[in-house]
């Protein structure tokens, strides 16, 4: 008889299986701007057209998440697959602006389709007090893909033959999802609330007048918004002062996250999370802090794994205890509008960071992440996550 509290079960495999060649799919783009910039578009053009893929999702995943959950995933993770393969597939019969618009807006309706149901899914094979072992696994397998494509997507490219060449290889790839499919639905749900029919609007608003559920949606936008600009903007900081490869920041701060996520993992529900999230927040703060008076690439590098422990805590545990303050019913409902809210973070936070940039330089982007950092660490305090006040 299969344990019931086993956390890596064949479907909890096949499901991060699939997560990791959506986002290997995903990280291919980090060389889009450079093959919109060989077609001759303009790099405004060139932004609206990356950000239309994150525009589509936010714009999604709100209407779809309420009619997904663990019973009817498999079926849209299937169904998403395909359009993922196909909108890859069709970035090969455009190369103007029209019709690229409308390829990345099928591209992100495709993904936003494929994450939603495999989300679902995924909160379905999470044993009772794993919640936070399993996002921490979720978010490594997520985080792969950034720390190997970008570095290998130069070779990779020209070896393909172009760009357009390497997005026929990444759909190739995908369709390797379609086999993951065959280990889903093999045993039945960890509880029997999961397995449920589309939520009805009084649920839904019903779940979001519980407190812990608006300050578990308020931290993921905290994260991310303070996370993105660091990310987008680190390497006109580092030349600013003076670092000749910025970029090893991120390969500090991303073999750090996935140490802390895996090494400790099983720690994350030893402990009380809504203190260890308290913690890992005031990490953050001090953090950017910091960060804003770094002069050298060792210190700015240090940094790097500084930060790295924090978001390597901080992320999966807002993520865990969404999943436990939840009812089983809502559950894949909150996991994905936590996921909404974290694109959102990705939307604004660049938007708001080149403005400050722009107005009062890096010092005031860092301070401002900082603060409202400490806005999110005093929604913690005073947001009562306690697991026990829900039945």
């Known amino acids: 008889m299969t344990d019931p509290n086993r956390l890596l079960t064949g479907e909890f495999m096949a499901i991060n299986g699939i997560i990791f060649l959506t986002f290997c799919n995903i990280a291919v783009f980090f060389s889009f701007q450079q093959y919109l910039a060989g077609l001759g578009i303009d790099d405004h053009w060139a932004g609206t057209l990356i950000a239309l893929f994150s525009l589509t999702g936010l714009l999604l995943r709100p209407i779809i998440s309420p009619f997904l959950n663990p019973a009817n995933a498999k079926k849209w993770v299937g169904v998403g697959t395909i359009c993922v393969v196909v909108s890859l597939l069709t970035y090969n019969l455009v190369e103007s602006i029209g019709g690229l618009a409308l390829v990345r807006i099928l591209h992100g309706a495709a993904y936003v389709l494929l994450a939603t149901a495999v989300v679902s899914k995924f909160v379905g094979c999470i044993p009772t007090g794993r919640s936070g072992q399993a996002f921490g696994v979720m978010a490594v397998i997520t985080l792969l893909p950034y720390a190997v494509a970008p570095p290998a997507l130069g070779p990779l490219s020209a070896h393909a033959g172009g760009f357009v060449r390497l997005l026929d290889w990444s759909a190739a790839l995908m369709a390797l999802s379609l086999i993951a499919l065959g280990w889903l639905d093999r045993g039945n749900s960890r509880s029997p609330e999961t397995q449920a029919t589309s939520l009805r609007?009084?649920?839904?608003?019903?779940?979001?007048?519980?407190?812990?559920?608006?300050?578990?949606?308020?931290?993921?936008?905290?994260?991310?918004?303070?996370?993105?600009?660091?990310?987008?903007?680190?390497?006109?900081?580092?030349?600013?002062?003076?670092?000749?490869?910025?970029?090893?920041?991120?390969?500090?701060?991303?073999?750090?996250?996935?140490?802390?996520?895996?090494?400790?993992?099983?720690?994350?529900?030893?402990?009380?999370?809504?203190?260890?999230?308290?913690?890992?927040?005031?990490?953050?703060?001090?953090?950017?802090?910091?960060?804003?008076?770094?002069?050298?690439?060792?210190?700015?590098?240090?940094?790097?794994?500084?930060?790295?422990?924090?978001?390597?805590?901080?992320?999966?545990?807002?993520?865990?205890?969404?999943?436990?303050?939840?009812?089983?019913?809502?559950?894949?409902?909150?996991?994905?509008?936590?996921?909404?809210?974290?694109?959102?973070?990705?939307?604004?936070?660049?938007?708001?960071?080149?403005?400050?940039?722009?107005?009062?330089?890096?010092?005031?982007?860092?301070?401002?992440?900082?603060?409202?950092?400490?806005?999110?660490?005093?929604?913690?305090?005073?947001?009562?996550?306690?697991?026990?006040?829900?039945?």
């Open 201 to 391: 609007w009084q649920e839904i608003v019903a779940n979001l007048k519980d407190r812990r559920v608006l300050v578990l949606l308020f931290l993921p936008l905290v994260l991310w918004t303070t996370f993105s600009p660091v990310f987008f903007f680190m390497q006109s900081f580092g030349e600013r002062i003076g670092v000749p490869n910025p970029g090893w920041f991120f390969t500090c701060s991303t073999v750090t996250e996935m140490t802390v996520r895996l090494a400790a993992g099983h720690l994350l529900d030893r402990y009380d999370k809504a203190k260890s999230l308290a913690a890992s927040l005031a990490w953050l703060v001090l953090g950017h802090v910091v960060i804003a008076s770094v002069k050298s690439a060792e210190a700015l590098f240090a940094m790097g794994f500084f930060l790295g422990i924090g978001w390597g805590v901080a992320m999966p545990l807002v993520s865990g205890l969404m999943f436990d303050i939840s009812l089983p019913r809502h559950r894949a409902l909150n996991t994905n509008l936590s996921t909404q809210m974290s694109q959102a973070g990705l939307f604004f936070g660049p938007i708001l960071g080149g403005t400050l940039i722009f107005q009062w330089g890096f010092a005031a982007l860092y301070y401002a992440c900082a603060l409202l950092l400490v806005i999110g660490l005093a929604a913690v305090m005073l947001g009562r996550l306690n697991v026990q006040e829900r039945s």
